[in-house]
T-cell receptor, first 115, second 112 residues
């Protein structure tokens, strides 16, 4: 069985500061890893994904994440956040070679960017 | 533009009534999914369908039913057997290869 833990339910940060949203996963098999963003009352939008290859993955809106197999982590980072980054962020995992639609999601981290 | 349409955006029902949530996609995707989202709980998979006329239960299928008569459509029925139906419901679809999961904008169901 797989599981995803997002260590912080809420992260407040000032505009232009760096941010890291933490994600750890548990799986007995190799995995694909994803970060999605959700703005209020909307669906989820893919930020970035790790399937294989380079462990540093760059996504949209200036976000990046690093896959660390030994620590089973996939933390999301942005060097300088904007007010518009205020949203909820979800880390998700699926089995390597399986459908990218059968995802196990974490409980989400609400990023609040203050002026 | 291609995408996933969920309707209505807000839905109100009385306890004991069945209600059907609509999901239509024009992305020509084979696989479609229904997720339920509760505050602080993330998303949980209800049902999914990888081809027309076939679907599988997800982690929380009890109290829900689906059909997949057309490739474009994957309606979800929340039955009176679902003990806590009030939630935000998200429909998604995925294409071939390494394409990502596409989400609709969701339907917020309130049952009183």
């Amino acid at each position: 069985a797989q599981s995803v833990t997002q260590l912080d339910s809420q992260v407040p940060v000032f505009e232009e500061a760096p941010v890291e949203l933490r994600c750890n996963y548990s799986s007995s098999v190799s995995v694909y890893l994803f970060w999605y963003v959700q703005y209020p009352n909307q669906g989820l939008q893919l930020l970035l994904k790790y399937l294989s290859g380079s462990t540093l993955v760059k996504g949209i809106n200036g976000f990046e994440a690093e896959f660390n197999k030994s620590q089973t982590s996939f933390h999301l980072r942005k060097p300088s956040v904007h007010i518009s980054d205020t949203a909820e962020y979800f880390c998700a995992v699926s089995s390597y070679g399986g459908s990218q639609g059968n995802l196990i999601f974490g409980k989400g981290t609400k990023l609040s960017v203050k002026p | 533009d291609g995408g996933i349409t969920q309707s209505p955006k807000y839905l109100f029902r009385k306890e004991g009534q069945n209600v059907t949530l609509s999901c239509e996609q024009n992305l020509n995707h084979d696989a479609m999914y229904w997720y339920r989202q509760d505050p602080g709980q993330g998303l949980r998979l209800i049902y999914y369908s990888q081809i027309v006329n076939d679907f599988q239960k997800g982690d929380i299928a009890e109290g829900y039913s689906v059909s997949r008569e057309k490739k474009e459509s994957f309606p979800l029925t929340v039955t009176s057997a679902q003990k806590n139906p009030t939630a935000f419901y998200l429909c998604a679809s995925i294409g071939q290869g390494n394409s990502p999961l596409h989400f609709g904008n969701g339907t917020r169901l309130t049952v009183t």
